[in-house]
DNA sequence: ATTATAAATATTGTTAACAATATGGGTGTT
DNA sequence: AACACCCATATTGTTAACAATATTTATAAT
């Protein structure tokens, strides 16, 4: 089971292609945050002209990475805690859901796969305490698979293209920050022992706890960081 | 308070324009379900160039009203019953989720503005009982009333901008269905009693039962339409 | 008749020039 | 020195032509 394991998409098109590139630099870092985008520098930059540019910054606009005004110009958004407060907000409503409906929907090979997935998350956490990185894609892995069953196009392609779009811009941003991983773990479990038991509320009421526990710890962090800037 | 309270947008653009122009014209079905769209006459009949055009088509995709496949071309969405239930259900959990968050952060003066629109709505209902129209139009400024003081402008902006637009899109689809509009007013009575009681937990069950239960309500009607169709 | 192949047409993707609007800087006035 | 106004420049919005791809039609073979 792949990192990522739902569509990369085709790219057929240039606009697709250089959104996705774009994308990427942003959630990375590579373009910053706040960045003024100059339609014919950018268009330049990626070899391709205005008209797929555009075509490419209207759907980062449309999951939220870009800002733009008429007439007045595209910017990289800026991820302040508010910001961060909506994205973690809309995913512990959405992804509750999600869990409830895929609680019903999943199969119990699913399931089975679930656990397994998870062995492989404790194994790695037991064998090396250092690669945090690969552990948070392990927490991505789990979250995919499980609202990946929801049976909800709207519900997956929401979180997938959006949501998760930003969340990943949030790490990137947090990713210097201590996060310990085995609670994590622990809650993961909870969930697909309700999903396991078949019981729909519980395992929406858990994951929402998941994700709400998970925005306190990011929003502690958070206001240290500041605290520190204003010293 | 009018109808539709939120921003009608400035139109600065020929582009915004023109979307707002056709989204209308696929909501009310002047442009009907699954037609093929061919860019060259769309932009000749709204008098523009395919540029802009092309910006609309995409943002009408972004919000679900057109599917679009690269190279192939453009089509109205087709509302099926499953479509439909997949609206309904992400409106459950967004809309559920925005009455808690409104709960707490509303003032006095909001709820009690909440209480004299639902009476509006009472004398509306027993002075005339023909025009369900607008008695749906009420319906609506509730909801919005509601959902835009839950303070996340993301989830504002998804319900306000994606979820409602397809659901006027229903709601013109299932427009000569028989529906009964007292039960809603006492639904939207009992929420407005948890949100002045400030208990958010209740608030967003009793949003989340009113909805699912206006999905069931149209999932029957919808059933027995297709049960006529089928003899 | 049906299927497969190839030319012709239609449609979308891309580019570059042009028009309209906003932005920044300088000049003059108080 | 601060403010308002106008001009020059930069940037975005729009158009129309061109290129690449998909779709249809016509033709030929089985």
């Not at 797929?52 to 759907?59: G, I, N, S, T």
């Not at 512990?92 to 409906?101: C, K």
């Not at 947090?174 to 022992?193: C, G, K, M, N, W």
């Amino acid at each position: 089971m792949g990192v990522n394991s739902l569509q990369p998409n085709k790219q057929d098109t240039l606009s697709e292609h250089v959104f996705e590139q774009i994308k990427e630099d942003i959630i990375t870092g590579a373009i910053p945050q706040g960045r003024k985008i100059v339609e014919t520098d950018l268009a330049k930059s990626y070899h391709i002209s205005r008209g797929p540019l555009r075509e490419a910054l209207q759907k980062l606009e449309s999951i939220h990475l870009v800002d733009r005004r008429p007439h007045s110009g595209s910017r990289v958004i800026t991820l302040d805690s508010t910001m961060m407060r909506d994205v973690y907000q809309m995913r512990e409503a959405m992804e509750g859901f999600a869990t409830r409906l895929a609680c019903v929907a999943m199969s119990q090979a699913d399931i089975d796969n679930l656990y397994r997935l998870l062995e492989k998350h404790e194994n790695s956490i037991k064998r090396s305490e250092g690669q945090r990185y690969f552990q948070k894609e392990g927490d991505l892995d789990f979250h995919y698979y499980v609202f990946s069953k929801c049976q909800n196009q709207w519900l997956i392609d929401y979180l997938n293209n959006k949501l998760y779009q930003v969340l990943r811009m949030c790490r990137h941003r947090t990713s210097q920050l201590p996060f310990r991983v085995e609670p994590a773990l622990y809650d993961h479990y909870a969930i697909v022992d309700a999903i396991n038991n078949r019981d729909p509320e519980l395992a929406e009421i858990l994951m929402r706890r998941h994700i709400s526990g998970a925005w306190k710890v990011v929003e502690k962090l958070l206001n240290q960081e500041e605290n520190k800037e204003s010293i």
